[in-house]
């Protein structure tokens, strides 16, 4: 056992000794003179996709002779990637990649850009971190096995290069709109981006700490430009123009981030895009419509109105609850993904089935149960617009609405038809109020849904 154990061992010298040898002749750029440490003739007999089907939510250890190939994508040449190699399945048009995490060092130079790849799998342990699929090795955690990184002493077992030339990467060109789960671990493109302003003066990362600094796009679009602060561009200042950036996709949990190999994949040269004004205030837009039925409390809905004859977008509005007496907000519904046409409705339902059901129609937009939506009847409740103004309300803040002028308890409050504005203080006298008490001047006549209701139409 002694004498196995130490052929072993000096099997393995040699192995390393072979990658160093292999990685001195990459450093030169010259393959020709690595054909005894490559390659020839392996073939991938895998698919990423069958790969990862091999997964089924806890780590495994893959135990068949499976081979797949690909092309190296990422670099530490400038120490902005660290113990993790990325590879995917072609050299330009991908279809998936791949995230190999190893002990290795100054990988660059046993496995440089471009190069193929062939990486046999039995062995090697399959995991799914922060919902990104990896390959490596394992570490235990609070009693768990997890992936880790493979020690450096079997990368060479398991991560075999071609004799083929390296070849050029083309990565894929696409916008900050049009990101997919698909692109992950592959070389991308962004194109149009730029660094957000409130970051500009500032280094690439804090020393000796990852982090975190924000590309955008003239829409509005962003994503996370990731930098290690042990990066050699590290103390640069952030460029300030506009332009592309080339890198690593990666996505941790639901954010997509990219990684850049260095400053090359920096061409942020042009002009900076126009301030964007895509944040509208208007006192066109109001409430037209609360319903809270006497016979069905899922029916419930509020509609808002736009009296103006062009599309108005919401983003940044805000339709906020006051419940009964309350002086806090009690629940908010953003309006940020929603436009309203001209001389159009919006209606809002805490049901939407039920909604579909007694009406005949979805409603324009769903959203839970004691939401503003959801009222029945005693609440008040403020339209914001984005810069935190008050443009329409009904009811009173801090006066709970049972027995008042602006109660509708199994009733309805319609608007009547020649308001054409918003106003920030509750009037009664804008209002139709039917209800089950008739107090204050209201209308003692319950409604039933859907005959006593006409959500999607502004009489």
């Not at 154990?5 to 292999?22: D, W």
């Not at 059901?357 to 617009?385: I, M």
Request: glycine share 8%; hydrophobic share 35%.
């Amino acid at each position: 056992m002694k004498n196995s154990s130490s052929s072993l061992g000096l099997k393995n010298v040699l192995i390393f000794i072979t990658v160093l040898v292999f990685h001195g002749c990459v450093h030169d750029g010259s393959f020709d003179q690595v054909k005894d440490f490559c390659v020839p003739d392996l073939e991938a007999n895998a698919t990423y996709s069958e790969v990862k089907n091999l997964y089924s939510d806890e780590l495994v250890q893959i135990q068949d002779d499976l081979i797949i190939e690909g092309y190296v994508i990422s670099s530490d040449e400038a120490g902005n990637f660290f113990g993790t190699l990325h590879f995917q399945d072609k050299p330009e048009d991908p279809t998936a990649g791949f995230q190999l995490d190893f002990d290795l060092r100054d990988s660059h130079l046993f496995y440089p850009i471009g190069s193929k790849i062939f990486i046999k799998l039995k062995g090697l342990y399959l995991g799914k971190q922060k919902g990104v699929f990896k390959l490596g090795g394992t570490f235990p955690s609070f009693g768990n096995l997890s992936i880790g990184r493979l020690p450096a002493n079997v990368v060479s077992k398991h991560l075999l290069i071609s004799c083929d030339e390296p070849v050029s990467i083309k990565p894929s060109q696409i916008h900050l709109s049009s990101l997919d789960e698909a692109m992950v671990n592959s070389l991308v493109e962004l194109n149009d981006v730029e660094i957000i302003e409130d970051e500009l003066g500032q280094a690439f990362a804090n020393a000796k700490e990852e982090t975190e600094r924000s590309l955008i796009d003239c829409d509005d679009n962003g994503i996370i430009l990731l930098n290690s602060g042990y990066s050699d561009f590290q103390s640069e200042m952030l460029p300030e123009g506009n332009g592309s950036v080339m890198g690593v996709l990666i996505k941790e949990n639901n954010d997509f981030k990219i990684v850049v190999r260095g400053l090359d994949d920096f061409d942020l040269k042009a002009e900076r895009c126009e301030d964007l004004i895509d944040e509208f205030s208007s006192n066109s837009i109001f409430i037209s419509e609360l319903a809270d039925p006497n016979n069905n409390s899922g029916a419930r809905f509020v509609e808002l109105y736009n009296a103006g004859t062009e599309p108005l977008t919401l983003k940044g509005w805000a339709l906020n609850r006051y419940t009964n007496d309350n002086v806090d907000v009690s629940s908010s519904i953003d309006l940020s993904d929603w436009t309203i046409s001209g001389e159009s409705t919006l209606v809002i339902s805490p049901n939407a089935s039920e909604f579909e059901l007694v009406y005949g129609f979805a409603p324009d937009l769903g959203v839970g149960t004691n939401s503003p939506a959801d009222s029945n009847g005693d609440d008040n409740l403020q339209l914001v617009d984005p810069f935190g103004t008050v443009i329409d309300a009904f009811g009173v803040i801090g006066d709970d609405g049972s027995g008042t002028n602006h109660e509708f308890e199994d009733g309805r409050a319609i608007r009547k038809a020649v308001i054409l504005q918003a106003n920030p203080t509750y009037t009664f006298g804008e209002w139709e109020i039917y209800n089950d008490t008739g107090a204050t001047g209201t209308i003692n006549q319950p409604q039933n849904a859907p005959e006593d209701f006409t959500p999607g139409v502004r009489n």
